[in-house]
């Protein structure tokens, strides 16, 4: 199996704040990696796709980039409603693994 | 709008079966580019993929579930199931049915998710 490892995997930040998390592939997955928010008691909802696609209804603070083995999440001007945990996650082999998440909290 | 919904018992007994509906809405299960997925996430905890099943049949199970898992699908009420055997503690979690998009240009991903449904194995 493909191990996705996040990091941190909680941060304390506070509105208008840049964040960044990051997301590793024990393997290259080209650009197979997708990001997830998850709010408490909800499902998680596509963000970026394909590494740096945006979902649509995304704000534009969020942006995606990487490919092979390292992939980074930014959110530029963090706001309430993106308090969340935030899961990536390969597409590239089967079975589908995820990163164990990153929760970001407010400071 | 891409709607999809979970039903089954919430509590299973050690040693039974689990089992799953979703039924989906706004799309038709046919939909030869769409995976239709199950994920669990235990309580307090990352996500876990389960496996997927496609129209035609054909299935793709986490290897660690092989032994235990069968999902089915039924294009006449547009939906899929999920059942697992011989249940136990470990699969307490919320489950969710997704569908996996599959395209040639951007990869597979997640794009529409059933609220979740907690199943509880306990006696």
């Known amino acids: 199996d493909i191990q996705m490892t996040q990091s941190p995997s909680s941060l304390s930040a506070s509105v208008g704040d840049r964040v960044t998390i990051t997301c590793r592939a024990s393997?290259?997955?080209?650009?197979?990696l997708n990001w997830y928010q998850q709010k408490p008691g909800k499902a998680p909802n596509l963000f970026i796709y394909?590494?740096?696609s945006f979902q649509s209804g995304v704000p534009s603070r969020f942006s995606g980039g990487g490919s092979g083995t390292d992939f980074t999440l930014t959110i530029s001007g963090l706001q309430p409603e993106d308090f969340a945990t935030y899961y990536c996650q390969q597409s590239y082999n089967i079975p589908h693994t995820f990163g164990q998440g990153t929760k970001v909290e407010i400071k | 709008q891409v709607q999809l919904q979970e039903s089954g018992p919430g509590l299973v007994e050690p040693s039974q079966t689990l089992s799953l509906t979703c039924t989906v809405s706004?799309?038709?299960?046919?939909?030869?580019?769409?995976?239709w997925t199950w994920i669990r996430q235990h309580p307090g905890k990352g996500l876990e993929w389960l496996g997927y099943i496609h129209y035609s049949g054909s299935t793709n199970y986490n290897p660690s579930l092989e032994s235990r898992i069968a999902m089915s699908v039924d294009t006449s009420k547009n939906q899929f199931s999920l059942r697992l055997r011989s249940v136990n503690a470990a699969d307490t979690a919320v489950y969710y049915c997704?569908?996996?998009?599959?395209?040639?240009?951007?990869?597979?991903?997640?794009?529409?998710w059933g609220q979740g449904t907690l199943v509880t194995v306990s006696s």
């Open positions: 393997e290259s997955i080209s650009t197979n």
């Open positions: 997704a569908r996996d998009r599959s395209t040639t240009r951007y990869g597979k991903y997640f794009d529409y």
């Open positions: 394909a590494a740096s």
């Open positions: 706004g799309d038709f299960i046919s939909h030869g580019s769409s995976y």
